[in-house]
């Protein structure tokens, strides 16, 4: 068994943690894009394996990158402390200029990927396609208005997990879209934490029990199709990458938010100086962007994404997830 630090996969981890912060975006998608997203499958798989069979012996826990694990959760947990403490307060003051540049940085990393999983030929470019059109499609939908039943809870949980896996599609806009996820954050976890009772810690151990039998099942299917054929799911993750685009679209005008002084959910553009957050938004030109459009920091920042890829690619030796 290995014990090193890696400072590449570190600063992965720091990308993957500051992406789970921002809604629309998921750390499977950074992940995917910085070429470590086959052999975190494999390992979460080696994990859940061992769990499954009972108490390990060391041969068995020698199969696990341990180093690998053990760098990159602390990179995410140091990324979602930066995220939140700092990439938030950006998004919320130049919105714009964020979401640009990974805009670019998202769009240059899965175009270079697509040239690698042989989208010119028809059995790959079919999935491609078929994947961007399911993740447009899921990141431009509305919420459902359900209710919380226990069996729905479960569901939640399982089918956020299983977002957070795929590249694309970030597990936190799956509950906004089944209409949880202000019932998980705001009533059951941080109800939980400023007043404590058995039913939000009944929900939260139901949403808890969803998530992990959503993980056991994305990480086994995928791990299963990714080593059989691994040409066609790149091309479906690829596609993934691509039809969420959408979401992460630098100006966005809400149709939907949440006014956080009063509690309730309101309907259009929020009036100048409230104090509100974004539940549901629609893609604009930068002219007929409701606040300050930062056009010109925006195409700087669009580049800047851009730049950053050419570069990872450039002095990166060839990854495992680019065939």
Known sequence: ??????????FKGVAMGIAEVIPGISGGTIAFITGIYTKLLDNIYAVLTLFMRGLPNRRALQTIDWAFLGTLLAG?????GFGISAVLHLLERYPPVVWAFFFGLILGS???????TEVHKPKYLLPLLLAAVVAWIITQSTALPLKPHPLYIFASGALAVMALVLPGISGSYILLLLGMYFFIIEDTLKG???EPSAQKLF???VFGAGAVVGLATIVRLLHHFIHR???TVMALLTGFVLGSLGKIWPWKNPVQWLDTTSG????????????????FSQNVLPSQYYDTPYLGLSLWSFLLGLAVVYLLFRNAPPAQDHP
Do not use: C, E, N
């Open 1 to 10: 068994m290995k014990w090193f630090f890696h400072p590449a996969t570190f």
């Open 76 to 80: 995410m947990i140091v990324g979602i």
């Open 110 to 116: 899965a175009v270079l990927i697509a040239r690698h």
């Open 192 to 194: 939980l934490l400023v």
């Open 203 to 205: 929900h939260l151990s």
């Open 229 to 231: 054929y691994k040409k």
């Open 264 to 279: 309730k959910i309101v309907q259009g553009i929020p009036p100048s100086g409230a104090d509100f957050k974004i539940i």
